[in-house]
């Protein structure tokens, strides 16, 4: 049985020192069928961020194409995540609460829940009218920023369009398990066995994306859907972050004739590069996670060039 002393989350992870990630706590849905006390509106929701988190980085980029910048605000947290949590601060790309003055988002969960004792997660969707947090589940905001504000000025693509649902989900679970996730069970896992099973699964994933991409442009074919921005920012992470913080290091993207050219494509597309902050993810992966990397350095490499010629269509 591992020690709780090399977990970097002890209450998720289990006996054989794998990372047993906590469900999401607040799972409300905004509709606009009036079936949920949330209806749409503008103005009337907030999410708060983190440009360093894969999970938040989905809902950002989804408000983005929905065209919700002005419907649906938003606050970026401190990277650097202390013992506290996340924080609200004035700095470089992240700012303190301009909603309800809060000094952390575990303000805002206790708010809503005073009894809630789990790890403070982002993205956290807050409603400004009752003063609580709706959801907490990226999976499910992104459907919402999607589908339940078009009477509120969304426009852009469908990222999840009826046709090809049952398609979107199975890839989704799929690299969820083994690539969204699955880096995380590498980079925390506590022991050997625990890692090496993650580590297995998420390179036979990407070879099995990697090999499927040589056949069409994305992950659904010809065009972009929530699967491929859910896979995007895990990729994003990987070769800056997760090759050496996590020990992903079988191979990198670069490495993969047919994601490295797929991630270039997702990155190039109009707005996309501006939701991308390197030194955010870096500062905070390398100096949050102190059982990972004791001393807080963080790396200056590597040379990402993202804005190379794709080669994957038109």
């Known amino acids: 049985m591992p020690s709780d002393k090399t977990a970097q989350f002890p209450k998720e992870s289990n006996q054989k020192g794998e990372f047993?990630?906590?469900?999401?706590?607040?799972?409300?849905?905004?509709?606009?069928d009036g079936s949920t006390p949330f209806p749409p509106a503008r103005d009337r929701y907030h999410l708060y961020v983190s440009l360093a988190c894969p999970w938040a980085h989905r809902t950002i980029i989804v408000r983005k194409l929905k065209g919700l910048e002005d419907v649906i605000g938003m606050t970026v947290v401190d990277p650097i995540r202390d013992d506290k949590g996340w924080r609200f601060r004035e700095g470089r790309g992240h700012t303190r609460d301009p909603?309800?003055?809060?000094?952390?988002?575990?303000?805002?969960?206790?708010?809503?829940?005073p009894h809630f004792d789990g790890r403070v997660t982002?993205?956290?969707?807050?409603d400004k009218e009752t003063g609580?947090?709706?959801?907490?589940?990226?999976?499910?905001?992104?459907?919402?920023?999607?589908?339940?504000?078009?009477?509120?000025?969304?426009s852009g693509p469908d990222l999840y369009p009826a046709a090809i649902r049952d398609e979107i989900d199975m890839i989704?679970?799929?690299?969820?398990d083994h690539v969204n996730n699955g880096v995380y069970r590498c980079g925390f896992a506590s022991t050997q066995e625990a890692y090496?099973?993650?580590?297995?699964?998420?390179?036979?994933?990407?070879?099995?994306?990697?090999?499927?991409?040589?056949?069409?442009?994305?992950?659904?074919?010809?065009?972009?859907?929530?699967?491929?921005?859910?896979?995007?920012?895990?990729?994003?992470?990987?070769?800056?972050?997760?090759?050496?913080?996590?020990?992903?290091?079988?191979?990198?993207?670069?490495d993969h004739p047919n994601l490295s050219g797929y991630l270039r494509d997702l990155y190039q597309q109009p707005g996309i590069a501006e939701t991308?902050?390197?030194?955010?993810?870096?500062?905070?992966?390398?100096?949050?996670?102190?059982?990972?990397?004791p001393s807080g350095i963080v790396p200056n490499g590597p040379a990402l060039d993202l804005d190379a010629p794709h080669g994957r269509g038109t």
């Open 20 to 32: 047993v990630r906590q469900a999401s706590a607040f799972r409300e849905w905004i509709k606009a």
């Open 99 to 113: 909603i309800e003055g809060f000094e952390y988002l575990s303000e805002a969960y206790l708010r809503t829940d």
């Open 122 to 126: 982002v993205p956290t969707l807050w």
């Open 132 to 154: 609580r947090v709706v959801n907490n589940e990226s999976a499910e905001i992104i459907r919402m920023l999607n589908a339940e504000f078009e009477h509120c000025g969304a």
């Open 172 to 176: 989704n679970q799929s690299v969820y």
């Open 196 to 254: 090496d099973e993650a580590f297995d699964a998420l390179f036979r994933t990407l070879d099995v994306l990697d090999q499927g991409l040589a056949k069409q442009r994305y992950l659904c074919g010809s065009r972009i859907t929530e699967a491929d921005w859910r896979l995007f920012t895990t990729l994003i992470r990987f070769d800056a972050v997760y090759v050496g913080h996590f020990k992903c290091n079988l191979r990198r993207i670069a």
């Open 276 to 293: 991308v902050d390197f030194d955010h993810i870096k500062r905070h992966y390398y100096g949050t996670h102190h059982r990972l990397n």
